[in-house]
């Protein structure tokens, strides 16, 4: 591993290569994938099923049946690293950073993509839930590796 972001529950990691995993609670769809068990569905916020896209953050299935509800924490945790793919599928990652609802990462182009629970943090959308990378419409300037400052395209 190459970096390290831990947020209040769950981690990112960033490996040598740029890739980016995560593990942990998706609570606030901060993982950058939906956390799925065996027999259930996604609800997107189009209505539709699938994994792509905005979503709603509830899943449909194993309901009472099962036990417990579809939405109960228990269903909402990554146990083990999962790479976050759609947005950086092709992307090469440089740098993760992790907060409670949150989660970014930027490329070694420069583009920032965030993902999570949006109170206006992520950049993209002034108040939503994203459970991909979305990519913010900023680019990064540094006159240093370990600085970064942000400017629209």
Same mark, same amino acid.
Request: proline fraction near 2%; glycine fraction near 14%.
């Given at each position: &591993?190459?970096?390290?972001?831990?947020? +209040?529950?769950?981690?990112?990691?960033?490996?040598?290569?740029?890739?980016?995993?995560?593990?942990?609670?998706?609570?606030?769809?901060?993982?950058?994938?939906? /956390?799925?068990? +065996?027999?259930?569905?996604? /609800?997107?916020?189009?209505?539709?099923? @699938?994994?792509?896209?905005?979503?709603?953050?509830?899943?449909?299935?194993? @309901?009472?049946?099962?036990?417990?509800?579809?939405?109960?924490?228990?269903? &909402?945790? +990554?146990?083990?690293?999962?790479? /976050?793919?759609?947005?950086?599928?092709?992307?090469?990652?440089?740098?993760?950073?992790?907060?409670?609802?949150?989660?970014?990462?930027?490329?070694?182009?420069?583009?920032?993509?965030?993902?999570?629970?949006? $109170?206006? +943090?992520?950049?993209?959308? $002034?108040?939503? /839930?994203? @459970?991909?990378?979305?990519?913010?419409?900023?680019?990064?300037?540094?006159? =240093?590796?370990? =600085?970064?400052?942000?400017?629209?395209?």
């Amino acid at each position: &591993m190459a970096r390290v972001a831990v947020g +209040q529950d769950h981690t990112l990691a960033l490996t040598k290569s740029g890739e980016v995993y995560s593990w942990g609670m998706n609570r606030f769809a901060q993982l950058g994938y939906i /956390v799925r068990n +065996q027999g259930d569905a996604v /609800v997107r916020i189009d209505g539709r099923a @699938g994994e792509s896209g905005k979503w709603e953050g509830k899943t449909a299935g194993r @309901g009472e049946e099962g036990g417990k509800s579809a939405n109960s924490l228990e269903d &909402m945790i +990554q146990h083990t690293p999962r790479r /976050v793919q759609d947005a950086l599928r092709k992307e090469v990652a440089e740098g993760v950073a992790a907060s409670k609802m949150a989660s970014a990462c930027w490329t070694t182009a420069g583009d920032l993509f965030t993902w999570g629970t949006n $109170s206006g +943090q992520l950049g993209n959308c $002034s108040s939503c /839930v994203l @459970g991909v990378p979305i990519l913010t419409g900023l680019k990064g300037t540094s006159a =240093h590796p370990s =600085h970064r400052f942000y400017r629209e395209k």
